[in-house]
């Protein structure tokens, strides 16, 4: 009974449904359940720090269970981006509804969407790879494959990752550094893995990153095609919502953490106290225990139902959504956590 947990996180799509076919005040519902009902049931159960034994870690990857709750939403979420643009197309909604309706797709595009691409983009099998590109296309975010299995998780806490927000950085501004040099980064990373195969990095069949801009291209045309160039700005507003809600998160999970300069010229490997965790249970669930970060970055290709909790990460103090919502107020967010920022770099001796 208890690996039925994650089937809470369908709770997304449903209201993403309720919020296109009701529409009125339920439009917003997206936000009210992401960042007002999970933030309030945060504040009061912070969850637990348990993790599972050995032999339960081995009974938990045996079962498909796991997958196939991740495999749904790639259904789920194509169908509601689709019922979203027809909804939209048939008219007659006030414009204060459509912001809402636009807002909720967002949030499942990036809360669902692109945060299961995440897991499934560090699998190997090409079922899962192509699920992880399909999630991210309505984002336009498809050189995340990219630079995130071979950029961020390189570079993560130290300037030379685009994803690891720095100190007293404002979260508007990482949003602007972040996305545009990831992309750059993607490019970069594109163009050196073909020369290293020897092959040329203008190849399209080569190099995926053009492939990657002909897909998001063609499904902008299709939406064009199939409900009207009217569409076109909706779908380039959810898509941007999807893929900054996972730079909000890409903001909170490295701030200010750095790893140290070894007297070789490398970075030190990454450790449990290079990312930001939280136990918070509800958010753990909803975001498939991506809040246990720093196990992932520990090994990327461990399983979302098996990562665990390490006593020396550094513990946001609030959940994941009440952290975003706290960072779009910089002055709250730095007089939060700078202090523990400070903290965590003298314990570890940061630089």
């Known amino acids: 009974m208890r690996d039925l947990k994650y089937l809470i996180a369908y709770i997304i799509p449903i209201v993403v449904f309720c919020s296109l076919y009701f529409g009125g005040i339920w439009s917003f519902s997206g936000f009210y359940i992401a960042f007002v009902f999970i ?26 269970f796991f997958d196939f709750v991740l495999y749904a939403n790639v259904p789920i979420i194509w169908f509601l981006t689709a019922y979203f643009f027809w909804t939209v197309s048939q008219g007659g909604h006030q ?19 692109i945060n299961i691409a995440h897991e499934l983009g560090h699998r190997n099998t090409w079922y899962e790879r192509m699920f992880c590109k399909m999630l991210l ?7 995340f494959i990219i630079e995130h299995n071979f950029g961020h998780h390189k570079w993560v806490s130290t300037d030379k990752d685009p994803a690891s927000s720095r100190l007293n950085e404002t979260i508007y501004a990482f949003f602007v550094r972040s996305s545009v040099m990831s992309y750059v980064s993607a490019w970069k990373i594109s163009f050196e893995q073909a020369e290293r195969k020897g092959v040329s990095p ?53 701030y200010g953490l750095r790893r140290k ?6 970075y030190e ?31 990327a290709n461990r399983k ?3 990562l665990r909790h390490f006593d020396e990460s550094p513990q946001l103090p609030l959940g994941y959504p009440a952290s975003i919502l706290m960072a779009f107020i910089p002055p709250l967010w730095f007089s939060y956590m700078n202090p523990k920022v400070e903290k965590v770099r003298q314990q570890f001796q940061m630089v």
């Not at 300069?261 to 490398?266: D, F, H, I, P, V």
């Not at 909803?286 to 196990?295: G, M, Q």
């Open 39 to 64: 933030p309030i049931i945060e504040y009061f159960y912070t969850g637990t720090t348990e993790n599972l034994t050995i032999e339960e870690e081995d009974s938990q990857l045996k079962k498909t």
């Open 137 to 143: 296309l309505p984002s336009f975010y498809m050189h």
């Open 261 to 266: 300069m070894l007297e070789s010229g490398r």
């Open 269 to 299: 490997s990454v450790k449990p106290h290079h990312s930001w965790n939280s136990n918070h249970e509800l958010g753990r669930i909803f975001l498939y225990e991506l809040t246990r970060h720093s196990d992932h970055h520990y090994k």
């Open 202 to 254: 203008f190849n399209p069949l080569k190099n995926p990153m053009w492939s990657y801009q002909a897909w998001q291209i063609l499904y902008l045309g299709l939406i064009v095609f199939c409900f009207g160039w009217y569409m076109l700005p909706f779908a380039i507003v959810a898509g941007i919502m999807g893929f900054l809600l996972l730079e909000c998160v890409n903001y909170i999970e490295h």
């Open 95 to 113: 414009w204060w509804e459509l912001a809402g309706m636009t807002l909720t797709l967002g949030i499942l595009l990036g809360g669902n969407g």
């Open 304 to 306: 979302y139902q098996i």
